[in-house]
Structures are given as structure tokens and as C-alpha cells.
């Protein structure tokens, strides 16, 4: 908002231009006009006053950005490609994840009569889920980390590491064959709900 026009010159002479914001004091890397849209709302236009932060939108605008935003990230993940999917699976609009498509289903019917939660017009966005294993560290790693700062010698840990790789075998398999399941969403790909 009304642009200060900064003047200079370079080692060889040459005179140089450039505006900053009247109301930050940002320089804008965009020439004037970008100056002068700077403390603007990049909506309506308006001087954003004490809550100013360059190129956003006013508290007015702020919401109707954002529902013209989330409208338009809603309509693109609803146009993903629909695929069946016998697993686990997420439920975006709630943020909650099922182990199946019936159990969300059913937790779907269930607060389809709970004025609480708010229910998508164009129906609920439902992603498929990848099973994985949890990573399990090494434990070999993990012992000698712990164990480095009490060794004034490095080559003293390299020759300690067979030796506990060795040992420390049987645990990191078990370790491994313990680890949890990790549910990813595919955001990619959408369930219908039955």
C-alpha cells in the first residue's frame, strides 16, 4: 500500500529503482505494483490494517478464501479414481481410520443422526489404507550410540559392533516380527461407502 520508491546506484553508476511497501516497508521484489498490493487483501483490496502480513487476505476474506480452497481440494480428491478395497481404510472427513469398509459403515450410519458432526453434501471421502510394518531400529546401532561417549577410543566401537550384531540377532528378529501394523492412507485412490 502506497509505494516508497527506493533509489540507488551500482558500482559502475547505473541508477536502480525499488519500491517497498508505505505500510511494512517490505521491499517488493515485483516492482510497484506489487508494493502496492503488498499490505493489500488479496481479495477485496482492502488496507489489512494492524494484522497486516504481505500478500494474505483481511479477516473478512479470510474465511471465503478458505472455503474456496477446501471446495476445490474436495472436488479434486472426489474425482480420484474409485477402487474397491478389502482392508483397513480412512475416513478423511472425520480423520479416523477402520479396520474395514463395514466398520466404517456402520459408524457412518451411526452419525449420519449426530447434528454434531457435519456431513459432506457430496457424500464421504473414504481412502483405501496400505498395511505396513512399523520400522524397528537396530539395535545394534542403538546400543553403541548409547554407549560412544564412554569410549575414549572409536576403533574400540567398530571392533565391539560384530560381536554385538551377533548377539543382538535374535532380538532385532523378534523385535521386527513385533512390530505393530502402520495403516497409510492412499490419497490417490477413494472407497465408495456402500
Not at 6 to 31: F, I, M
Request: aromatic content about 6%; glycine content about 6%; overall charge negative.
Amino acid at each position: 500500500m502506497n509505494p516508497i520508491t527506493l533509489t540507488g546506484s551500482t558500482p559502475d553508476g547505473r541508477t536502480v529503482e525499488v519500491y517497498a511497501c508505505g505500510s511494512c516497508l517490505l521491499t517488493a521484489p515485483g516492482g510497484q505494483q506489487a508494493a502496492e498490493r503488498c499490505c493489500a487483501c488479496i481479495r477485496c483490496g482492502e488496507d489489512k490494517g494492524a494484522a497486516r502480513r504481505t500478500y494474505t487476505t483481511c479477516a473478512t476474506c479470510a474465511p471465503i478464501v478458505a472455503d474456496v480452497d477446501r471446495r476445490r481440494r474436495r472436488a479434486a480428491a472426489m474425482a480420484r479414481p474409485v477402487v474397491e478395497h478389502d482392508g483397513p481404510v480412512y475416513v478423511d472427513d472425520l480423520d479416523r481410520f477402520f479396520e474395514s469398509m463395514a466398520e466404517a459403515a456402520d459408524y457412518l450410519l451411526d452419525v449420519e443422526h449426530d447434528a454434531a458432526v457435519e456431513q459432506p453434501d457430496d457424500g464421504w471421502l473414504i481412502h483405501p489404507c496400505t498395511v505396513a510394518k512399523a520400522g524397528t531400529p537396530d539395535l545394534t546401532d542403538t546400543v553403541l550410540e548409547a554407549w560412544a561417549d564412554n569410549y575414549d577410543d572409536a576403533d574400540l566401537i567398530d571392533d565391539l559392533r560384530p560381536g554385538l550384531a551377533s548377539a543382538l540377532a535374535d532380538a532385532q528378529r523378534y523385535a521386527q516380527s513385533m512390530a505393530p501394523d502402520v495403516w497409510r492412507p492412499d490419497l490417490t485412490r477413494r472407497v465408495v461407502a456402500p
